[in-house]
């Protein structure tokens, strides 16, 4: 497994070892040891299926009461997934990091409590799975505008993402809640 620092360094992306032939291909998706090695330590209570057409947005999603770190990856298609500090003592509070993640490349991003996250979809669908370090709690979710001024996410899209009623909803960062 290669794990690769982003400009936040406690985000990260990892690129399992894959084994290919033939007959197709194989890798680890999750192997706590390994992950635990380079500094990944959710104890993962949840895991999350998606499924979205191209130029669907979601997010930016976090929970206040309950944070949760994601173990992100797409299986189908390809995202932009993007992950923003939110942590109120940290000295990248209000960056952001984006990455692509495909079933091609087979790259995860870890994003840990206290950054809010969202993906788009660039390919025609796209099916994303993720673990969680805590479990939903809808009653302490919250959601950061997704074109936020201050955050100036360079989302890769040409036109309107197409966006829940919740994340249409979203507060300003200026106005969200933070986190610690």
């Not at 400009?7 to 032939?21: C, G, Q």
């Not at 990248?92 to 079933?103: D, E, I, R, Y």
């Not at 490349?105 to 805590?134: C, Q």
Request: proline share 5%; hydrophobic share 40%; no cysteine.
């Amino acid at each position: 497994m290669k794990v690769i620092r982003t400009a936040i360094s406690d985000v990260l992306i990892v690129e399992p070892e894959i084994f290919t032939d033939a007959r197709g291909f194989f890798y680890e998706s999750f192997h706590k040891t390994a992950m635990q090695a380079v500094g990944i330590n959710g104890d993962f209570v949840q895991d999350n299926h998606s499924r979205s057409i191209r130029n669907v947005l979601r997010g930016l999603h976090y929970q206040t009461k309950q944070p949760q770190g994601k173990l992100v990856r797409a299986v189908v298609g390809e995202i932009f997934d993007v992950a923003v500090d939110i942590r109120r003592h940290s000295p990248t509070l209000g960056k952001w990091v984006g990455m692509n993640l495909s079933a091609e490349n087979k790259r995860m991003a870890w994003i840990p409590p206290g950054f809010a996250h969202g993906f788009l979809v660039l390919s025609e669908h796209a099916e994303v799975l993720y673990k969680t370090t805590d479990y939903w709690a809808p009653q302490s979710e919250r959601t950061i505008v997704w074109n936020d001024r201050d955050l100036a996410i360079a989302w890769p899209t040409g036109e309107e993402p197409q966006l829940s009623a919740k994340d249409m909803a979203g507060a300003p960062f200026n106005e969200a809640e933070l986190f610690g």
